[in-house]
């Protein structure tokens, strides 16, 4: 398995920042009623086609959104790419953030 880059803790998932791939991890007993028990998506960097990302304001959970290149539609009502954070941890998902983008650019100048 490969070095984890950063980790981060989200309202309903975790997300892991590897070398060549972005892990979304959904533990817990509630995410196991919505995403299935331990469920786990893994999207190799070479399919991501852009991050969207909203910041979290008071009235507000911010979002991390890993768009891959031709998803299909059941992917995008499903949200199992997209992670809510609030206010607290939003710092920490700015970093994965600009961390991903530098992974996606390495990534792309390599091809």
Do not use: W
């Amino acid at each position: 398995m490969a070095k984890s880059i950063m980790y981060v803790t989200g309202i309903d998932g975790q997300v892991e920042l590897l070398p060549d791939r972005v892990v979304i991890h959904r533990k817990g007993f509630v995410n196991s009623l919505f995403f299935g028990f331990n469920s786990r998506r893994e999207i190799p960097l070479g399919q991501i086609s852009e991050v969207a990302f909203r910041d979290a304001t008071r009235m507000k959970y911010g979002i991390i959104e890993f768009i891959r290149s031709g998803r299909s539609t059941d992917e995008r009502k499903g949200g199992s790419c997209i992670v809510k954070f609030n206010r607290k941890s939003a710092p920490q998902f700015e970093a994965l953030k600009e961390k991903a983008f530098q992974l996606l650019q390495k990534n792309q100048t390599k091809n």
